[in-house]
């Protein structure tokens, strides 16, 4: 056995995650991308709007073990249902800047394919138990405005129609961006949502390293109210910016957000609640000047999920501190 591979399985039984959990070991998770959701330079200092295409790259060169499935993009009409209808208006006529700060058409374009990716990827996760869309820029947008390189509130906006269509009656936002959702409370908030959607946003109260144990606690109080609100779907936004090295960030190491992904994911699985995660923040980048510490740390989220589905065996996992 490869030490990259042993180093990988040593650090999965230490967080809890063994073949002792008797799952139906799974082929495949299905990752919910299409290239239109990609924009290379976005005009700002996020690189979101080109991190899909470049993740799955990534998981491609590591043989992750995923299947990528196409999706429809969602209308102008559908991101009404949880934003005010002119400023949708003018995010797609281009007289309302979006969440990088401008009017670019090309953003204006992707904004209906990520947020569909989120939708169709929590479809899925309602049939199969579980599926990732490879998606960011949601929790910063307001029902009315764009904040923080965020436009279309994809997290609310999958909750408010799963539950119109009554396939849901409870959602679960578990948003573990460095970030507060400020975007999320607000539309939950103005839209009568919050019997509904139960929302937990670490960044509400968890922003620097002496706090860590706290974190760690707060999650395991979370697994404790996942239990007793019974969500028919979880919603995870697993953001890479809380490692310790993101700039915007500054918090978690590799290991404890490796522990973060298998504690959410374990307390789906235990409570037989269908889980879809995607990706939101994440800022380092390495001495060539590459996203590859942001697409490691996803790629371990993808990880932390294989272990806990039993989803073929893990390949590797990143020693990066």
Same mark, same amino acid.
């Given at each position: 056995?490869?030490?990259?591979?042993a180093?990988?399985?040593?650090?999965?039984?230490?967080?809890?995650?063994?073949?002792?959990d008797?799952?139906?070991?799974?082929?495949?998770?299905?990752?919910?991308?299409?290239?239109?959701?990609?924009?290379?330079?976005?005009?700002?200092?996020?690189?979101?709007?080109?991190?899909?295409?470049?993740?799955?790259?990534?998981?491609?060169?590591?043989?992750?073990?995923?299947?990528?499935?196409?999706?429809?993009?969602?209308?102008?009409?559908?991101?009404?249902?949880?934003?005010?209808?002119?400023y949708?208006?003018?995010?797609?006529?281009?007289?309302?800047k979006?969440?990088?700060?401008?009017?670019?058409?090309?953003?204006?374009?992707?904004?209906?394919?990520?947020? *569909?990716?989120?939708?169709? *990827?929590?479809?899925e996760?309602?049939?199969?138990?579980?599926?990732?869309?490879?998606?960011?820029?949601?929790?910063?947008?307001?029902?009315?405005?764009?904040?923080?390189f965020?436009?279309?509130?994809?997290?609310?906006?999958?909750?408010?129609?799963?539950?119109?269509?009554?396939?849901?009656?409870?959602v679960?936002?578990?948003?573990?961006?460095?970030?507060?959702?400020?975007?999320?409370?607000?539309?939950?908030?103005?839209?009568?949502?919050?019997?509904?959607?139960?929302h937990?946003?670490?960044?509400?109260?968890?922003?620097?390293?002496?706090?860590? %144990?706290?974190?760690?606690?707060?999650?395991?109080?979370?697994?404790?109210?996942?239990?007793?609100?019974?969500?028919d779907?979880?919603?995870?936004?697993?953001?890479?910016d809380?490692?310790?090295?993101? %700039?915007?960030?500054?918090?978690l190491?590799?290991?404890?957000?490796?522990k973060?992904?298998?504690?959410?994911?374990?307390?789906?699985?235990?409570?037989?609640?269908?889980?879809?995660?995607?990706?939101?923040?994440g800022?380092?980048?390495?001495?060539?000047?590459?996203l590859n510490?942001?697409?490691?740390?996803h790629?371990?989220t993808?990880?932390?999920?294989?272990?806990?589905?039993?989803?073929?065996?893990p390949?590797?996992?990143?020693?990066?501190?």
């Open positions: 056995m490869g030490l990259m591979r180093t990988s399985i040593s650090i999965l039984l230490s967080i809890g995650i063994s073949n002792a008797a799952l139906p070991c799974r082929e495949v998770i299905k990752v919910f991308y299409r290239p239109e959701m990609n924009v290379a330079d976005s005009g700002s200092y996020s690189p979101s709007a080109g991190k899909p295409a470049q993740l799955m790259d990534y998981y491609r060169a590591n043989n992750a073990p995923t299947e990528i499935v196409s999706f429809p993009p969602l209308s102008p009409a559908d991101f009404k249902v949880v934003h005010d209808s002119a949708v208006d003018g995010i797609f006529n281009l007289t309302e979006n969440g990088f700060g401008n009017r670019n058409p090309e953003i204006a374009d992707s904004l209906r394919y990520t947020s *569909a990716s989120m939708l169709a *990827a929590a479809r996760a309602l049939k199969s138990g579980i599926a990732h869309s490879p998606t960011s820029g949601f929790h910063h947008a307001h029902t009315s405005c764009a904040s923080g965020c436009t279309f509130n994809g997290l609310a906006l999958t909750a408010k129609i799963l539950l119109d269509e009554g396939a849901v009656r409870k679960a936002i578990v948003d573990l961006d460095m970030h507060k959702g400020d975007g999320t409370d607000d539309i939950l908030f103005r839209k009568d949502l919050e019997g509904r959607v139960f937990f946003t670490a960044g509400r109260e968890f922003y620097i390293r002496d706090q860590v %144990p706290r974190y760690f606690e707060a999650l395991e109080s979370l697994r404790n109210d996942i239990e007793r609100t019974k969500p779907l979880i919603l995870y936004q697993a953001g890479a809380p490692h310790i090295k993101d %700039p915007l960030g500054g918090m190491t590799t290991a404890e957000m490796m973060r992904d298998e504690m959410i994911f374990k307390m789906a699985r235990d409570f037989n609640i269908p889980i879809v995660w995607n990706l939101a923040g800022y380092q980048i390495d001495s060539d000047g590459t510490p942001v697409l490691r740390l790629y371990n993808l990880l932390a999920a294989q272990g806990v589905y039993r989803i073929s065996e390949e590797a996992l990143s020693e990066t501190p």
